[in-house]
């Protein structure tokens, strides 16, 4: 199956990168290849290190840019690039492309398990290895499910559609995706059912434990910042508002200075700012953007400059 999906923000995140032809790149989250691609045309003599973690994408993007001279495609995990980019003799970049989250593709193909609208096997590995999201609904104890749920998928029925995932476990095992929205379904009140599909919820969150997603994000923000020449940039896309705030907290943290209390009257900390805020505040999607990609109304773009 072709791997489909529609780049967020692209000429946004473009952009913000300030490309140089003679550049090395780092896409840390591949996909389709749809920013990769963008930024394969700005380049002239310049490397862009494509890395995906799913077999798929990897597939896809090798066969896209087979005859791109400056594409160099990378499997792992973006929270590993430092390591995976010195594996392959590269100490510094002057930009970095992070597109967090789950992809169109993974959405949308059923057997992957990541959708609640048709029936597979309850996966939601984005690597196509390790647990499952099976093992974790039925082994991880109430306490556990009810803190994924709450936290992760920001639901305030948690309580209760972990109380139900353990009953019905019990019965029997939770095998597909169709079986855990409807226990999730029978967890909520009707007018929650009327708003919406309720196991929408449940489901980014146990994709977010399953894959280690907001683990993964900081070891990779850090990992790209140190590996960022100065006058570098590193553009980061999140859907979730704990990834924006995780991103936010990390860019803050770079750009500040001073950290002595304000009735100092000389600085003693020494700290000085290791990098600035591209754009003072996230860029969002255009009201064309949103009219063609409904995916892109929750996302937001943060970039900053390495100094």
């Not at 510094?92 to 609640?116: E, K, M, Y």
């Not at 994000?217 to 790209?224: D, Q, V």
Request: charge should be neutral; include cysteine; proline fraction near 4%.
């Amino acid at each position: 199956m072709e791997f489909r999906h529609l780049s967020v923000l692209l000429s946004e995140t473009i952009e913000g990168l300030n490309v140089k032809p003679d550049g090395i790149y780092v896409d840390g989250t591949a996909g389709g290849g749809g920013h990769s691609s963008e930024i394969l045309k700005r380049l002239k003599s310049g490397k862009l290190y494509s890395i995906d973690r799913d077999p798929d994408a990897i597939k896809t993007v090798s066969e896209r840019f087979k005859n791109e001279p400056c594409s160099v495609i990378v499997k792992g995990r973006f929270g590993d690039m430092k390591q995976l980019l010195e594996e392959r003799g590269v100490s510094s970049v002057d930009g970095v492309l992070l597109d967090i989250g789950v992809s169109s593709h993974q959405l949308d193909t059923a057997s992957r398990g990541f959708s609640f609208h048709e029936d597979a096997p309850l996966d939601m590995r984005m690597s196509q290895e390790g647990q499952t999201a099976a093992q974790l609904v039925n082994t991880l104890p109430f306490a556990e499910l009810a803190r994924i749920i709450g936290t992760y998928g920001e639901d305030k029925y948690a309580a209760s559609i972990a109380r139900a995932i353990i009953r019905n476990r019990e019965e029997k095992e939770i095998e597909t995706t169709l079986e855990l929205a409807e226990i999730i379904k029978s967890a909520v009140p009707q007018k929650v059912r009327r708003e919406g599909h309720p196991a929408r919820q449940t489901f980014q969150a146990l994709r977010i434990a399953v894959n280690d997603e907001f683990g993964e994000l900081e070891r990779g923000l850090e990992s790209a910042f140190e590996m960022l020449k100065p006058g570098g940039r590193l553009a980061v896309i999140t859907f979730h508002s704990i990834e924006d705030r995780i991103t936010k907290q990390a860019m803050q943290r770079w750009c500040t200075g001073c950290t002595c209390p304000p009735d100092f009257p000389v600085c003693v900390c020494g700290n000085k700012p290791k990098a600035k805020l591209v754009n003072r505040k996230p860029l969002t999607a255009s009201a064309e953007e949103l009219a063609q990609n409904s995916r892109s109304r929750s996302a937001k773009l943060r970039v900053c400059e390495k100094l």
